[in-house]
C-alpha cells in the first residue's frame, strides 16, 4: 500500500467538509482542530476558537479513555473537523480518530488555505 493508496481509503470514508460548512458546524458545536505546525500557525495565523492539537498527541487529546484527554473536545458522539495546511494530513488523521470512535469525524477539504480563499476570518496566533 502506498501513501496515496491510505489517502484515497480514508477520503473514502469520510465526509469531507467544504470550509463555509465547516463554520456553519463549529457554529452549531462541532469542534475544529488544527493540527498544523506551530510555524504554520505563527505564520499564517489561526482561526478562532479552533482547538490546536500537534499531530504526533490528536489522538491522545481526543480519546476520551486517554489520561491526556482534553474535556473540550467532548465524547466520541461530538462532531470533529481536522484541519491542516492543504487537507492531506487531516484527512488521515480523521480517519484515525473514527478508528477511536468519533464516527463524525472528517476533515476540512483544502485545509487551512481553503479556510482563507474562502474569506473566512483569520487571527494572528498569540
Not at 55 to 66: I, M, Q, T
Not at 72 to 94: K, N, P, W
Request: with cysteine; net charge negative.
Amino acid at each position: 500500500m502506498t501513501v496515496d493508496d491510505l489517502l484515497a481509503r480514508a477520503r473514502a470514508r469520510i465526509d469531507r467538509v467544504e470550509p463555509k460548512d465547516a463554520a456553519a458546524a463549529v457554529e452549531r458545536g462541532a469542534v475544529l482542530i488544527d493540527i498544523r505546525s506551530e510555524l504554520q500557525r505563527e505564520r499564517d495565523g489561526v482561526v478562532s476558537g479552533a482547538l490546536f492539537f500537534p499531530r504526533n498527541v490528536l489522538e491522545w487529546r481526543c480519546d476520551p479513555a486517554s489520561d491526556t484527554h482534553d474535556p473540550r473536545v467532548g465524547g466520541t458522539d461530538r462532531r470533529v473537523i481536522v484541519m491542516c495546511d492543504e487537507g492531506y494530513q487531516s484527512s488521515l488523521a480523521a480517519l484515525s480518530l473514527q478508528e477511536l470512535g468519533f464516527e463524525q469525524a472528517s476533515d476540512l477539504a483544502g485545509g487551512f488555505k481553503a479556510w482563507c480563499a474562502a474569506g473566512l476570518p483569520v487571527e494572528r496566533a498569540g
